[in-house]
């Protein structure tokens, strides 16, 4: 090799370019001091460039000078008629307003970019929160972003997760145990189970509380697994019967226990008009503490941003 070759890196670069004088950040002003420059050029006065861009004086003359320094030539003539760009400054001010306005594009872009993300909102819930949380949060986000359209997609724990890893939803909702794998959390309310039965069964006659034992051996009509309300319910009791039914829907377990089907553990969200209206009959039970955390949910590393985090927002309000 040549000593003319001696600063050309393997793939052809010129190294000595590479590394001179440190990154490009160390050698090249900021946006704010450029535009500093720009004013100055335009206004012929430092004093009126520091009130157009809402900085003192002295802070002004101080950013010209570090630029100066930073540079290693003179920029500006100061005198009391007033600022006066050098040739050297006159030919900095070409340049930097070549960068200002790439600056702007950017600026630009990325603003298209953010219009674009809080145009639309996927969320994914499982059942329960679906249908008697999320309503009341998504009108308060309308009232927020009435342009922003949002769609849901309710299933249970396991499909709230598998929506969110495939990237089929930027924010998720569920009621398991534990936060699936793959996924950050934040418990946004606590919420009780409870044993329900039409007024005709044997259980809404009872006069003592019901045996976590008997409630276990039980069959009962039941969520299908993966939802959050069968894993508590599972964890709690340490195994269930065969189920008597097993259905999709939070609406559609009521619907079998109010037909007198058998009896059925839901969330105390989703049976207050049937209790109230005593078209169900909540059954006490000892021994068991049927409570669970309810979450919110997204892609690890990934924290919600735009109607997202606000909508995480309205569910802590």
């Given at each position: ?17 590479q ?144 929506r ?22 934040a ?8 044993v ?39 964890a ?50 000892e ?17 919600p ?13």
């Amino acid at each position: 090799m040549s000593s003319g070759d001696s600063t050309r890196s393997t793939d052809g670069h010129d190294a000595s370019r590479q590394t001179a004088g440190g990154p490009l950040a160390h050698r090249v002003p900021d946006l704010g001091a450029l535009e500093l420059l720009l004013a100055v050029a335009r206004l012929g006065s430092l004093g009126g460039a520091a009130r157009e861009l809402g900085i003192t004086q002295p802070a002004a003359s101080s950013r010209i000078r570090s630029m100066e320094r930073q540079l290693g030539v003179a920029l500006v003539d100061r005198s009391p008629r007033g600022s006066r760009l050098t040739d050297a400054g006159a030919l900095v001010t070409d340049w930097a307003r070549r960068i200002v306005e790439a600056a702007e594009a950017f600026d630009a872009g990325a603003q298209a970019l953010r219009d674009r993300r809080d145009s639309r909102l996927r969320v994914a819930a499982s059942m329960t929160i679906a249908e008697y949380l999320l309503p009341g949060w998504l009108l308060a986000l309308r009232a927020q972003r009435p342009d922003t359209a949002v769609s849901l997609l309710a299933g249970n724990s396991a499909a709230v997760a598998e929506r969110l890893l495939s990237d089929e939803a930027d924010l998720g909702f569920v009621e398991g145990l534990s936060v699936p794998a793959g996924l950050d959390s934040a418990v946004i309310a606590h919420d009780r189970l409870i044993v329900v039965a039409a007024p005709g069964h044997p259980w809404a006659r009872r006069r003592r509380p019901l045996a976590a034992q008997e409630l276990a051996a039980t069959p009962l009509i039941l969520r299908e697994k993966g939802s959050g309300t069968r894993q508590v319910l599972d964890a709690a009791l340490g195994g269930l019967a065969r189920p008597l039914i097993e259905l999709s829907s939070t609406t559609a377990v009521k619907a079998a226990v109010v037909g007198g089907a058998g009896p059925a553990v839901l969330s105390e969200l989703a049976v207050g008009e049937e209790l109230s209206m005593r078209r169900l009959v909540p059954v006490p039970v000892e021994g068991i503490a049927l409570t669970r955390d309810l979450r919110a949910v997204w892609p690890t590393g990934h924290r919600p941003t735009g109607p997202a985090r606000e909508l995480l927002s309205l569910t802590r309000a």
